[in-house]
Structure formats: C-alpha cells, structure tokens
C-alpha cells in the first residue's frame, strides 16, 4: 500500500505525515514533490501542513496552482483518498476541490495548543475507526483557521452531512458552526486544521490521530480490488 505525501516550498509537516504512516501505521509513504504530474499507483495522497510558498497571496493560493494539483484533482475524480491537514486543507479549499474558504483566526493571531474535536460521522473512509459522537483531542496550530462558507453552502454541506469533524467546546479561531473539517461530496477528499499526524502516538502527548489515517488503511483494504484510482 503506497500512500503519496506531497512537499511543496514552505510545507513543514510532510516528513512527519511520512513517519506516521511508515513507524506508526506501518504503510509505504514516499514523497512527492510538488512539481510531479502523475499520481499513478498511490493508493492515497497527503496534502501536509505548512507554509506552502511562504502564504504569500493567501494561504495555499500559489500552492493549488502547482502542478501535482492537477494530477491531485484527476486522481480525486477517479474515487482515490485525498487528506488535507491544515496548510493542505487551505490548498484544497484554493484548489476547489472542497467549498467554501478559510479566513484570519477571529482574534487575528496564531492560535496553537490542542482543542477538542468532535467525530460527526463514522461512515467515511477517514473516521470509520472512531465512534459516533466521539470527542477526540487533537493540536492546532494556524493564524488562518477560520471556516466560512456562504448560507446556500453550509445549509447544503449540514444537509448532506459533509461536516466531519466540528470543534467540542472552545472554537479556537470563529469557524463557522465550529467547522473543523469537510470531506467533499463522494466522501473521498477530507480536510481538517487539526493535525492527527501530530498526536499519532504516545510519546506526542496523544494518539486520537492515529485512526484517522487507520481507517484509511482500513478503506483501501476493502477496496483495492474495485480500485480506478491506481490506474492512469
């Protein structure tokens, strides 16, 4: 099983994505810089967190113009899991292939230190190890955290249940509804700004992270046979 951690200039977290799923999940990761266009044979994609191209412009904007994006968007519409953390789920919000964006933190600052999370749903390939309704402590660390969307949006993203996580307590930058990750509407492209590769295991203080990158273990197990998105 091969996952794809992709390193664009400025991304900070990609060798610790790589560690969790290498020592800890016990899956092949290798890196993929940002330039590369073919995604083939990844069974999923990593879109760590960072400060891709400095946050010039806005966070994530230059980054979802690279072109492994490209190849990221064709490997998403054939059904493959994609993971944004962070910087990541910036980029894929810039990229469009999740709606909606992410502002300033409400108290315009950086906000670092764990926060609870609540678990929303445990149907989806990244959740399905959680339990529903589970409340999960995870680190944050982003100046630009804060989820919006317009009215039409987020009444359709509750409606269909696309909230997958949502802050339990304090909201720690003014997310909309306490919004603390969206998954797209095939269920396969999921982004959060807590990071789960930072509280993978033990000696990090926590390990509620670590099943979210399990069950994606767990999902491409059961559907390597039906797989598309291995092939070009």
């Not at 108290?107 to 339990?131: H, I, K, L, M, N």
């Not at 955290?145 to 930058?173: I, K, M, Q, S």
Request: hydrophobic letters at 40%.
């Amino acid at each position: 099983m091969r996952f794809g951690v992709v390193t664009f200039p400025g991304s900070n977290c990609d060798a610790d994505c790589r560690w969790v799923l290498e020592k800890v999940v016990g899956v092949e990761a290798e890196p993929v810089w940002h330039e590369e266009t073919d995604l083939t044979g990844l069974d999923a994609v990593v879109l760590p967190g960072g400060f891709s191209y400095g946050d010039y412009l806005r966070a994530g904007a230059i980054a979802a113009t690279s072109p492994v994006m490209r190849a990221v968007r064709e490997f998403a519409a054939r059904g493959g899991l994609v993971l944004g953390i962070c910087n990541g789920f910036q980029i894929l919000l810039e990229a469009r292939l999740l709606p909606g964006a992410l502002l300033t933190n409400l108290q315009a600052r950086f906000r670092c230190g764990w926060v609870q999370v609540r678990v929303e749903r445990t149907d989806t390939p990244f959740t399905s190890r959680y339990r529903p309704g589970e409340v999960l402590r995870m680190p944050i660390a982003h100046r630009e955290g804060r989820y919006h969307v317009d009215p039409a949006t987020r009444e359709r993203l509750e409606a269909t249940g696309r909230v997958v996580f949502r802050y339990e307590g304090e909201n720690p930058n003014g997310s909309l509804s306490g919004i603390a990750g969206i998954c797209n509407e095939a269920g396969n492209v999921l982004g959060l700004m807590p990071h789960p590769e930072r509280c993978a295991e033990g000696i990090l203080g926590g390990e509620d992270g670590r099943r979210l990158f399990e069950s994606m273990v767990d999902w491409i197990r059961t559907h390597r046979r039906e797989a598309v998105w291995r092939r070009s």
